[in-house]
């Protein structure tokens, strides 16, 4: 009888090969990936089945694993680190830093001399795997021992969200410059600094973090009484600006626009500041080629209903407003489909 599973249909412990073949170091080695399914994180259990959380074993030589004994001793990829100081990233935007360490005071951490946590889980998504299935093997359902020390991001996206097209190149290299500490992270100086970053972009995240609750419980004024016409002339679109350049550093598109939208969700309730979220992040991707299509949607409503706001609440400076905002409008219609990033 044929055999059924797939990467995207299969259960907790489900264990698949994929024969390496363009690293040439490696070639006819395999790459082992193990499914896993976990309560941690409630993207995953309500993703419908689009994504599935996997741990990756490399094989010693080219002979396929197929016995427990065989998948148990082979060492897994270290798939991302992370410095001490973001064990909490993304930050709790509706919480203070010290009810986040309330929150996580009974989690065991564990970093190493670097002060570096590391990750083992990696994220692949059902529409970036389904062409790929058939060159990859099941092996069979095991009960294998998890890594030591392992930490889990808060959230399900501070995992390795990764193109299939990509998986070979980047396993390998994790392995490389992780588990073979052959990255450049691993001197005393190059992790001094990385931990003296973090704890600098913590700083940062929880001082916005701080403003944000402030403008929520209506303490700051809102961005109609702001600087200028501009989309930028305020605070607020400043913000959204700040924080999606900083999450593009780590994330891809699709993760960056789940993060904002979780940062922000009050502000999606506010019948302006929703406006000018999906203005921002549409303004934000044409500016890098890139437009994914519920942003083109919705930033090209929020124009309009942005547009009604300021005439009910500053018809003098209304025309000035519109004038601005149907620049971004004629970007955002010029934009080019072919261009469109599909794979969100």
Known sequence: MENKKTLMNCEHGDTFALRIVS???YKDRYLIFIRFETDLYEDEKNSNDTSKLFRVKLTKNKELPKSFEELEELPYIICK???????????????????IVEKYKNVKYYPDKYNYLYSYLLILSDYRCKRYVKNYVYLGNFSLTPPEKE????????NVFLLIDDLERYCLKSYHEH??????????????????????EVKIQMELHNNIRKRNNKILITSISGWGTGLYDCDTALDMRDDYQRYLLE??????LILMKKQYKDFLNDREEKTIFWMVIADQEIKRKILIPEVKEKALKSIEDNLIIWKELDPKNYNIRKQKLYGLKKRINDFKNANIKRDF
């Not at 930490?151 to 501070?158: L, Q, R």
């Not at 001094?192 to 704890?199: F, I, M, V």
């Open 23 to 25: 690293n040439q170091e």
């Open 81 to 99: 680190i992370t410095c001490y100081a973001k064990r909490y990233w993304p930050l709790d935007s509706d919480m203070e830093y010290k009810e």
């Open 151 to 158: 930490y889990f991001p808060v959230d399900i996206f501070g």
């Open 179 to 200: 588990n073979l500490k052959k990255g450049k992270e691993y001197s005393e100086e190059a992790a001094k600094e990385n931990n003296a970053y973090a704890e600098e």
């Open 251 to 256: 994330y891809d598109y699709k993760e960056v």
